[in-house]
């Protein structure tokens, strides 16, 4: 908020000095006292013995008329604004939200906590969370509000490059605390003896539990200095200290199988994922690959322009990948910008975990019959959501359209059904980690691909 200047300007004080009259400067009208009258108009000089009609007033000054006009124009512009904002208080906004009444009554809230709440507060925290509540309140599970040093951080993994210590967590929902879900080969938390499944207690002594999982992730990066991570595992605690370092994401592996079969897992969709996308096709396709199997199994998505990327590398060039549509029905299509097509069988293992952009790729794919899909039904997540910056450096993220496979499938809530299906419980899932031939749903992969070869 800005402060308003009240240094204004004043006049200078004047003394309104009587310098004669006509009497004095004509002794011949004081002595008949026949004087003429004394008029002065607006515009002209003051005279004295003249009839006013023969006194014509002067035009006003080309600077004088422009600087009334300037001033007339600022006046109007600020009584539209002030009424507009008076509107827009008393009257609501579109949301259909009262700001009056949200105004009156968030002021009696901030009076009751400054006179009887215990503890100290943070009013930059309390700020965040009106803004995080009134998101929250548009009931859309998608939807975020984001600070400065949040939105900062999205971005930063969005790019697939940061400053860390190369561990993907997650936050038990039963007792809050931070759990390593997955570590980088070869980063610093693996070269430090951190484990998948690990339960991080605290962060330089800070309880995890209580930070929750946006601060604890904070607290990490906070600087490129090590961290102490207090953990729990197998009833066993301990502290490891961890250097940071910069990572790069490794959302894409690839191998070569057996009969030429290619294999590329993706995990997930950020700004370099089609980067290595193009990185193990082209190293398959030098190995002699015949065939591909892209697992997009539990991974959720991410960002729509890598998953146009990796689709084109399939779709011939200027055919539709996929269209959004509006809460005004403005349709939005996505073409294939593609200068290589990929001409060879292709078969997609997904499961019920595969959400979002791995369901563009798949019902894309699906649709044109390029490639097989093979596993479970998906997720069923057919909604797009946008990120858009705030002034102040924070953000906001919503639902804004739906989005339609090329033959016009509506998936939302619904999931794409597989070609094949082949379901596989838990457990199966957990041994197959171990030993690719329990993997049933990789296994009928090869089978499909073995009669295409």
Same mark, same amino acid.
């Given at each position: 908020?800005?402060?308003?200047?009240?240094?204004?300007?004043?006049?200078?004080?004047?003394?309104?000095?009587?310098?004669?009259?006509?009497?004095?400067?004509?002794?011949?009208?004081?002595?008949?006292?026949?004087?003429?009258?004394?008029?002065?108009?607006? #515009?002209?000089?003051?005279?004295? &013995?003249?009839?006013?009609? !023969? /006194?014509?007033?002067?035009?006003? =000054?080309?600077? $004088? %008329?422009?600087?009334?006009?300037?001033?007339?124009?600022?006046?109007?512009?600020?009584?539209?604004?002030?009424?507009?904002?008076?509107?827009?208080?008393?009257?609501?906004?579109?949301?259909?939200?009262?700001?009056?009444?949200?105004?009156?009554?968030?002021?009696?809230?901030?009076?009751?906590?400054?006179?009887?709440?215990?503890?100290?507060?943070?009013?930059?925290?309390?700020?965040?969370?009106?803004?995080?509540?009134?998101?929250?309140?548009?009931?859309?599970?998608?939807?975020?509000?984001?600070?400065?040093?949040?939105?900062?951080?999205?971005?930063?993994?969005?790019?697939?490059?940061?400053?860390?210590?190369?561990?993907?967590?997650?936050?038990?929902?039963?007792?809050?605390?931070?759990?390593?879900?997955?570590?980088?080969?070869? #980063?610093?938390?693996?070269?430090? &003896?951190?484990?998948?499944? !690990? /339960?991080?207690?605290?962060?330089? =002594?800070?309880? $995890? %539990?209580?930070?929750?999982?946006?601060?604890?992730?904070?607290?990490?990066?906070?600087?490129?200095?090590?961290?102490?991570?207090?953990?729990?595992?197998?009833?066993?605690?301990?502290?490891?200290?961890?250097?940071?370092?910069?990572?790069?994401?490794?959302?894409?592996?690839?191998?070569?199988?057996?009969?030429?079969?290619?294999?590329?897992?993706?995990?997930?969709?950020?700004?370099?994922?089609?980067?290595?996308?193009?990185?193990?096709?082209?190293?398959?396709?030098?190995?002699?690959?015949?065939?591909?199997?892209?697992?997009?199994?539990?991974?959720?998505?991410?960002?729509?322009?890598?998953?146009?990327?990796?689709?084109?590398?399939?779709?011939?060039?200027?055919?539709?990948?996929?269209?959004?549509?509006?809460?005004?029905?403005?349709?939005?299509?996505?073409?294939?910008?593609?200068?290589?097509?990929?001409?060879?069988?292709?078969?997609?293992?997904?499961?019920?975990?595969?959400?979002?952009?791995?369901?563009?790729?798949?019902?894309?794919?699906?649709?044109?019959?390029?490639?097989?899909?093979?596993?479970?039904?998906?997720?069923?997540?057919?909604?797009?959501?946008?990120?858009?910056?705030?002034?102040?450096?924070?953000?906001?993220?919503?639902?804004?359209?739906?989005?339609?496979?090329?033959?016009?499938?509506?998936?939302?809530?619904?999931?794409?059904?597989?070609?094949?299906?082949?379901?596989?419980?838990?457990?199966?899932?957990?041994?197959?980690?171990?030993?690719?031939?329990?993997?049933?749903?990789?296994?009928?992969?090869?089978?499909?691909?073995?009669?295409?070869?």
């Amino acid at each position: 908020m800005m402060e308003r200047n009240n240094n204004e300007m004043e006049p200078e004080n004047t003394e309104n000095t009587d310098i004669g009259s006509p009497a004095a400067e004509n002794p011949s009208a004081g002595d008949d006292g026949d004087r003429n009258p004394r008029y002065v108009y607006p #515009g002209q000089e003051e005279t004295t &013995g003249r009839d006013p009609e !023969d /006194v014509t007033p002067k035009k006003p =000054g080309r600077w $004088t %008329s422009r600087l009334k006009m300037a001033v007339l124009l600022l006046v109007v512009a600020v009584g539209g604004f002030v009424v507009g904002q008076v509107v827009l208080l008393f009257a609501g906004s579109g949301s259909g939200v009262n700001n009056f009444r949200v105004m009156t009554k968030l002021s009696m809230l901030e009076a009751y906590v400054d006179h009887f709440f215990l503890n100290d507060t943070d009013g930059e925290h309390l700020e965040d969370y009106i803004y995080k509540g009134y998101i929250a309140g548009l009931d859309d599970p998608y939807a975020a509000y984001y600070n400065a040093e949040e939105y900062s951080q999205l971005m930063e993994e969005d790019s697939g490059e940061y400053v860390g210590i190369g561990v993907t967590v997650r936050q038990d929902a039963d007792t809050g605390y931070v759990v390593v879900e997955q570590v980088n080969k070869n #980063g610093p938390a693996y070269n430090a &003896g951190v484990q998948a499944d !690990d /339960v991080i207690m605290a962060v330089d =002594g800070e309880d $995890t %539990s209580k930070l929750g999982l946006q601060d604890t992730v904070s607290a990490i990066k906070k600087d490129k200095e090590p961290v102490v991570l207090t953990v729990l595992r197998d009833s066993e605690t301990m502290e490891i200290t961890v250097d940071k370092s910069q990572i790069v994401m490794e959302t894409v592996t690839w191998e070569m199988k057996e009969n030429k079969i290619g294999y590329i897992a993706v995990s997930q969709f950020v700004e370099n994922t089609s980067e290595q996308f193009n990185e193990a096709l082209t190293s398959l396709s030098e190995e002699g690959m015949t065939s591909l199997i892209i697992d997009l199994r539990d991974n959720g998505g991410g960002l729509l322009t890598a998953c146009l990327d990796m689709v084109s590398r399939f779709v011939p060039d200027e055919k539709l990948i996929v269209y959004t549509e509006d809460k005004n029905g403005s349709r939005t299509e996505y073409n294939s910008d593609s200068v290589d097509v990929l001409d060879l069988p292709v078969v997609l293992l997904v499961n019920e975990n595969s959400a979002s952009a791995s369901e563009i790729m798949t019902g894309c794919l699906k649709d044109y019959g390029i490639a097989t899909v093979v596993g479970e039904t998906t997720y069923g997540k057919g909604i797009v959501q946008n990120i858009m910056p705030l002034p102040d450096g924070s953000a906001v993220k919503m639902t804004v359209s739906k989005y339609y496979t090329p033959l016009g499938n509506d998936i939302h809530e619904v999931g794409i059904t597989p070609d094949i299906t082949v379901e596989m419980s838990d457990e199966e899932w957990a041994a197959a980690q171990d030993d690719e031939t329990k993997d049933t749903q990789l296994q009928e992969a090869y089978r499909v691909l073995s009669g295409k070869n």
